[in-house]
């Protein structure tokens, strides 16, 4: 068995390769064989190699899809992005990543590649600069760390490769720069391109037609309370997916929650990003978390416009970065990972 197993994802690998090496682009998330949506997990990269292979973990849950992160910085009001591929988390590096596709395409396990800009004590989409001369410096950078992953991820034949995350104001002023960066990563890749937008501005992205995937976080705030019930979870999500459906017919493009999550603790229908400050010290509430989980699921898989999402977050072996892993994104080891299997097909 063990032998026949590997045979098969020996062939299944020759496969992909024999696609990415025709130069004909992989197929449509829509479209895909034996998975019909992409089941996705955000792996957190870990600070050193894996202790185990953690993907066994991620094939229990049904999962078919991971998102590879590797984060460059730029401190705020600094026109400068910073990826050295040396001084990261093993996870981040050149190295990491390579190693996290390799060991997730011989599960049989696809991989978004989602490098993202971290900015201390501050967001992406707040990220302006004064001057036309600081904005084309901080392009200048950025483009060099888009374009080095964007090869990265041609070499590792990777399936979907995300240029940028939640940049609300550099989309607003710069569309010029973006519209730009996509066609030159289109000359380093030949893969599937999405674009990540914030929860509530994903219809003033003014370049969806220039991607395969309309992109975005999905942390729609939907229901207050300690623990919202999963029926008016539902029927929150029914006036943001008849808005969903309408863009997605309207650009003729599906859509993609490049991010979706919560935090198990009181008050995660909300604002999760509002809960995060103090987390620590907020009452713990798995059933939140998974009626969260369920609701969004439950409303979605069903929706053929939607191509499927990545859980925020899972990390690698079960070992947290944060100190509160009982409080965090993932659902490992809570009430949320039954939910997650469940609607995945673990």
């Not at 050295?84 to 049989?108: C, F, M, Q, Y």
């Not at 993202?116 to 302006?128: C, D, F, K, M, N």
Request: aromatic share 14%.
């Amino acid at each position: 068995m063990k032998t026949t197993r590997h045979l098969i994802l020996i062939l299944l690998a020759f496969q992909a390769c024999r696609c990415a090496q025709s130069g004909h682009p992989p197929i449509q998330a829509a479209a895909l064989p034996n998975t019909g949506k992409m089941n996705g997990l955000t792996l957190v990269a870990p600070p050193e190699p894996f202790s185990e292979n953690p993907m066994p973990a991620v094939t229990i849950t049904g999962a078919n899809w991971i998102a590879v992160v590797p984060y460059a910085f730029t401190r705020p009001g600094t026109p400068a992005v910073r990826y050295s591929g040396k001084n990261h988390w093993w996870g981040e590096r050149p190295d990491g990543v390579r190693e996290t596709i390799r060991l997730a395409h011989e599960a049989g396990i696809r991989v978004m590649l989602k490098p993202q800009v971290y900015i201390p004590r501050s967001w992406t989409g707040a990220l302006e600069f004064e001057t036309a001369a600081d904005w084309a410096l901080w392009e200048t950078d950025y483009e060099q760390y888009i374009l080095g992953m964007a090869a990265l991820a041609d070499s590792c034949k990777v399936d979907l490769f995300c240029i940028g995350t939640e940049f609300r104001k550099s989309v607003a002023q710069r569309p010029d720069f973006w519209r730009s960066l996509i066609k030159k990563v289109r000359g380093a890749y030949v893969g599937k391109l999405v674009y990540s937008a914030n929860w509530d501005d994903w219809e003033q992205v003014p370049f969806w037609q220039e991607l395969d995937f309309i992109g975005l976080s999905g942390y729609f705030p939907l229901a207050e309370g300690d623990t919202p019930e999963v029926a008016s979870l539902k029927s929150a999500w029914k006036p943001v997916c008849q808005r969903l459906r309408e863009f997605s017919r309207q650009q003729g493009r599906p859509i993609l929650f490049t991010e979706f999550g919560y935090l198990s603790v009181d008050g995660a229908g909300w604002r999760n990003w509002e809960l995060e400050n103090g987390v620590r010290n907020r009452p713990i509430n798995e059933q939140a978390q998974a009626n969260c989980l369920e609701a969004l699921l439950s409303t979605m898989q069903a929706e053929p416009w939607w191509a499927g999402g990545f859980l925020w977050k899972w990390f690698p072996n079960g070992r947290g970065h944060e100190g509160y892993p009982e409080r965090d994104y993932t659902p490992q080891g809570k009430l949320g990972e039954a939910v997650v299997r469940r609607w995945y097909g673990g």
